[in-house]
């Protein structure tokens, strides 16, 4: 399954931060030796127990984890068949997995003396991980977000400002958060100095792919021995599933898992309003192909030109034009399965884990209950799928209230949400 390179999933990428053919360092010149003295400082605090130390004791005091492995009892009664887990990421600080990466490259930060964080964002979660963390540790906050989303997502601009960050609206190209992220990049050259960027998810050059899945592994790891621990010594999941924008919660939950043949393996694209109509949905892998986008090779959204398409979804942090590289390899290799999910079976499963098990998701995770919906009841009742509850909802009731024809225009909170 693997290519000679690899005798193990869990073993990429190579030393020039390839999966295969995807990942690797598409940088200009004057980026390559900001890169490099990032790479090797990780490289360094990968291997120093101080550095875990000190993220095993902010996770747990800080962010509250280990998150519970929750068994779904009703939600798996519901569906007749495989018994379902939740892994409860939407409990952590900030309400999602954001912070497991963001707290270990700010820990990062501060090991090589920057003092000026510079952070992308779209729907603003990673913005405001960034600014949360930074705030903790009195370092500077510079948060760059298409000028487009500065206008949709009103209430996190405020969160993060509240926080004490800085918030640059990007009105270059669509001014969506492709656009923020080549801002940033471009920061980050001028600023070589004191600047440090804290990328979202688990794509952009090597060695973030890897580092940010690094960071985010421990939601799989914790699965492990959860897992172990409420149905006996060395059983496995059957299945992991989790929703996947740029896929930094889905390779966190997958990549413990990567090496175990009996663990099947399924990411889940945003298919908006259906991935045959090619710019309504964010399914990079379903509905794009290969090209060069923020320094790594990836399967990307584009058209005929190889211009980057701008994704549609309903749930924001899910449109993001591409995927992290680590998972356009296991799409290739065959060692993940991705699937799409559209809008309408998200707003379903959103609101089936709302009545059935009385936990509000955001409706980036709701893409991937959808799923579990759908392959749940035709398997086996010993057949056990984890998947990732990697945010809440709270931030999306008022878009769901929209779809649903519930009006809340009236209300103080629904008239700043409105916009
Ligand atoms: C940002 C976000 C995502 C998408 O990002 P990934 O890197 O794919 O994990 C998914 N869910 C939630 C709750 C988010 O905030």
């Known amino acids: 399954m693997a290519d000679d390179l690899f005798n193990s999933f869990m073993n990429g990428p190579d030393e020039q931060g390839r999966f ?41 005091h800080y962010v509250g984890r280990p998150s519970p492995l929750y068994h779904a009892e009703r939600l798996s009664t519901e569906l007749g068949g495989a018994k379902i887990y939740m892994k409860r990421d939407e409990l952590n600080h900030t309400g ?26 779209g729907a603003g979660q990673h913005g405001v991980a960034t600014a949360t963390v930074c705030a903790k540790f009195g370092l500077k906050c510079i948060v760059y977000m298409g000028a487009h989303d500065v206008k949709r997502q009103a209430p996190n601009v405020f969160r993060m400002r509240l926080l004490g960050a800085e918030v640059i609206p ?16 471009r920061d980050w ?13 688990a794509a952009g050059p090597h060695p973030y792919p890897a ?30 599933i989790a929703a996947i924008g740029g896929g930094s919660n889905a390779i966190g939950l997958f990549h413990p898992f ?25 399914a990079s892998l379903t509905g794009g192909r290969p090209g060069v986008l923020h320094g790594n090779r990836t399967y990307l959204l584009q058209n005929e030109d190889g211009q980057i398409q701008e994704g549609y979804s309903i749930s924001a942090g899910l449109d993001y034009p591409g995927i992290g590289p680590e998972h356009s390899w ?10 799409s999910i559209t809008d309408k079976e998200a707003l379903e499963a959103f609101q089936v884990s709302c009545r059935t098990e009385g936990i509000i ?35 999306d009731v008022f878009t769901v209230a929209k779809h649903l024809g519930f009006d809340m225009s009236d209300t103080e909170e629904g008239r700043s949400f409105e916009e």
């Open 20 to 60: 295969g053919i995807f990942g690797g360092r598409f940088v200009s010149e004057t980026l390559m030796p900001l890169i490099l003295s990032l790479e090797e400082e990780y490289n360094r605090a990968k291997d120093d127990p101080a550095f875990w130390a000190e993220m095993k004791d902010l996770w747990a």
């Open 96 to 121: 999602a997995h954001k912070v497991n990466n963001v707290l270990g490259q700010i820990l990062l930060a501060r090991r090589m003396g920057k003092t000026r964080i510079i952070a992308e964002t």
């Open 170 to 185: 990007v009105t270059s190209g669509r001014g969506t958060l492709k656009d923020a992220m080549n801002d940033a990049l």
């Open 189 to 201: 050259v001028t600023n070589v100095r004191d600047t440090f960027y804290c990328i979202g998810t």
């Open 211 to 240: 580092m940010v899945r690094d960071f985010q592994s421990i939601i799989g790891k914790e699965v492990r021995w959860q897992l172990a621990e409420q149905e006996g010594e060395g059983r496995l999941p059957d299945t992991v």
């Open 258 to 282: 990567l090496d175990d043949p009996t663990v099947k393996i399924i990411g889940v694209e945003a298919g908006g309003k259906g991935v045959d109509d090619r710019i309504q949905h964010c």
């Open 330 to 339: 296991l799409h290739e290799t065959g060692r993940a399965e991705y699937v």
């Open 361 to 395: 998701p955001a409706l980036e995770p709701s893409h991937a209950l959808a799923h579990v919906m759908k392959i749940a009841p035709k398997l086996p009742s010993d057949h056990i799928i984890v998947m990732n509850m990697c945010g809440r909802g709270d931030k």
